[in-house]
């Protein structure tokens, strides 16, 4: 008989930022709506294809058309959140920028005033990532009352939820029930059924949010997220939109600086992706990213007394081959996890509990001890508890959008990343050798774009944004989610990009520990001067 450890849930809210890994992990790129590519043709990237793209994002008339006029000069009606200091309103946009006149979205933003004293320098935009995180939750849960106090004394601190998000007409796809067995499902087939099973949960899972809002989910991409971000801009009363995006959000708000350079204000972009990727080298390079942050984590576990996956002087690489093993036999019997819905610990949970503390080196404790629990005491509620955070599951078994949101924003951005089981298959020998841990599951989670109901509008390209002012990309060099070699490839493509660096473990790097970076950022926003370009700090 043992006695139960006391399991803590992971941050969710605060300074951890999601990429939306299986979903369709970060296979995003930029709609070709409302947009022009400058060199290159939509054919030009396949499915299939490793190569970055050469074609450019091209910037948008700067004169507002006049069939957007009603949009651009609409009138917010501030309303209390039940939130003290913030502030709610909706936001009307045309569902089809190129078909203004034949429907609206209607979006939800929020805001707390700048509180003095000082100049105030107008709003501050500010986006989580996902694609699918609520901008409004990030806003008020932690942007709002932790960025620093000089930043919200001289800021109005804002956030819309993009369109198809949590409070902006949400796209649904399961209830409760389904996505439990949705999660459940095993992403390491190890025959013909199980593959079959796999496919089927991708196809019930698209199925689904085709049937819940089949016209909202051709226009839910990044273009349109963005386009979106300029009408707030001058609704608020803003000539320049100032942004702090983080994982996803610097998507977005790289995508807003090549949509409008002469609009782009003090942008931040933290954690940054490189949108030239086609969708299965994106996924590849996340693979190999996790790898790198678990084996950083793997050389510390070693050398705690309390680490269940090797003692002191284990390689990584047998800490990795310790880990999978116990995959291994949690895919042939799962274990309890004292869920209250009767949920086990399996294979694919537990894996999406591990990559979830990936994220934030903070969760390294909290992932030694699950492991333990489930390794040595046959209880999987630790690990649930991880997993559960990533996903937004909530106690009453309810989930948030994120994940369907993050489903329908990657699979419209990007062409999918494989067509066919076959083609997974052909892949599975790079993948793993990417990520020994986590290659095999990655490749299979990047099948799910293949049946969505939606053709995609984008595809990869660079975004230069030339005539914005100085952009300061951010880059961690041990990011799981988000590559460092994606920093400097986006900081490179942009004009006018900044590359600062952050030496360390974890998504994203504002805010997270280092006075470097944060003073470096605080200072640009606060005065507008950029960081010298490569700036490295730890």
């Known amino acids: 008989m043992h006695t139960r450890r006391t399991h803590r849930r992971i941050r969710t809210g605060s300074?951890?930022?999601?990429?939306?890994?299986?979903?369709?992990?970060?296979?995003?790129?930029?709609?070709?709506?409302?947009?022009?590519?400058?060199?290159?043709?939509?054919?030009?990237?396949?499915?299939?294809?490793?190569?970055?793209?050469?074609?450019?994002?091209?910037?948008?008339?700067q004169a507002t058309p006049s069939a957007?006029?009603?949009?651009?000069?609409?009138?917010?009606?501030?309303?209390?959140?039940?939130?003290?200091?913030?502030?709610?309103?909706?936001?009307?946009?045309?569902?089809?920028?190129?078909?203004?006149?034949?429907?609206?979205?209607?979006?939800?933003?929020?805001?707390?005033?700048?509180?003095?004293?000082?100049?105030?320098?107008?709003?501050?935009?500010?986006?989580?990532?996902?694609?699918?995180?609520?901008?409004?939750?990030?806003?008020?849960q932690y942007a709002g009352v932790g960025y620093p106090a000089k930043v919200r004394a001289q800021y109005d601190m804002v956030a819309v939820d993009p369109r198809g998000v949590a409070r902006s007409e949400p796209?649904?796809?399961?209830?409760?029930?389904?996505?439990?067995?949705?999660?459940?499902?095993?992403?390491?087939?190890?025959?013909?059924?199980?593959?079959?099973?796999?496919?089927?949960?991708y196809k019930k899972f698209a199925e689904g949010c085709g049937a819940d809002a089949p016209k909202l989910l051709r226009h839910v991409s990044t273009v349109e997220a963005a386009r979106d971000m300029d009408v707030l801009r001058a609704v608020l009363g803003d000539e320049k939109l100032n942004y702090v995006g983080a994982s996803y959000g610097t998507f977005l708000g790289a995508t807003y600086a090549g949509l409008f350079p002469d609009r782009t204000g003090r942008l931040v972009l933290d954690g940054a992706m490189d949108p030239s990727l086609p969708a299965r080298r994106m996924n590849l390079e996340q693979t190999a990213g996790f790898e790198t942050a678990f084996q950083s984590f793997a050389k510390d576990c070693v050398k705690r007394s309390d680490c269940p996956l090797g003692g002191k002087g284990t390689s990584p690489e047998q800490v990795g081959k310790n880990l999978t093993s116990f995959f291994d036999d949690l895919d042939a019997k799962p274990i309890p996890a004292g869920d209250a819905?009767?949920?086990?610990?399996?294979?694919?949970?537990?894996?999406?509990?591990?990559?979830?503390?990936?994220?934030?080196e903070g969760a390294w404790q909290q992932l030694r001890e699950s492991?333990?629990?489930?390794?040595?005491?046959?209880?999987?509620?630790?690990?649930?508890?991880?997993?559960?955070?990533?996903?937004?599951?909530?106690?009453?078994?309810?989930?948030?959008?994120?994940?369907?949101?993050?489903?329908?924003?990657?699979?419209?951005?990007?062409?999918?990343?494989?067509?066919?089981?076959?083609?997974?298959?052909?892949a599975l020998p790079d993948f793993e050798k990417a990520s020994p841990v986590f290659g095999e599951g990655l490749a299979w989670a990047s099948l799910n774009c293949a049946y969505w109901p939606v053709k995609p509008t984008g595809e990869p390209h660079r975004i230069e944004a030339a005539g914005a002012t100085p952009i300061v990309v951010v880059g961690t060099t041990r990011d799981p989610a988000t590559p460092y070699r994606w920093a400097q490839a986006l900081a490179g493509q942009l004009s006018s990009g900044r590359l600062l660096t952050y030496e360390g473990d974890g998504h994203t790097a504002y805010g997270r520990g280092s006075a470097c970076i944060d003073s470096a950022i605080n200072t640009y926003l606060l005065t507008g001067t950029a960081p010298e370009d490569g700036k490295r700090c730890s």
Not at 72 to 99: H, I, N, S
Not at 175 to 190: A, S, V, Y
């Open 68 to 140: 957007l006029a009603p949009y651009y000069e609409q009138k917010l009606a501030w309303r209390d959140c039940g939130v003290p200091g913030f502030q709610c309103a909706t936001m009307k946009a045309p569902l089809d920028y190129a078909k203004p006149t034949e429907g609206d979205v209607r979006l939800a933003v929020a805001r707390k005033k700048a509180t003095g004293p000082g100049k105030r320098l107008g709003s501050l935009l500010v986006n989580p990532g996902g694609p699918g995180g609520s901008a409004i939750g990030y806003l008020q």
């Open 371 to 426: 492991l333990t629990s489930a390794m040595k005491e046959k209880d999987g509620a630790g690990l649930l508890i991880l997993s559960d955070s990533y996903y937004e599951r909530g106690a009453d078994g309810g989930y948030s959008n994120l994940m369907y949101a993050n489903a329908a924003v990657n699979c419209l951005d990007l062409p999918a990343a494989f067509s066919s089981p076959d083609e997974v298959r052909d």
């Open 171 to 201: 796209v649904e796809c399961l209830d409760g029930r389904e996505m439990d067995t949705f999660t459940q499902t095993d992403t390491t087939p190890d025959d013909a059924g199980e593959t079959d099973a796999l496919v089927d949960a």
């Open 341 to 360: 819905d009767g949920r086990r610990l399996t294979e694919s949970l537990a894996t999406t509990g591990v990559i979830a503390a990936m994220y934030d």
């Open 15 to 61: 300074t951890r930022f999601r990429a939306g890994l299986f979903a369709a992990l970060l296979a995003t790129a930029c709609s070709a709506q409302g947009a022009s590519t400058s060199a290159g043709s939509p054919a030009a990237e396949s499915a299939g294809s490793t190569e970055a793209a050469t074609a450019t994002l091209a910037a948008l008339p």
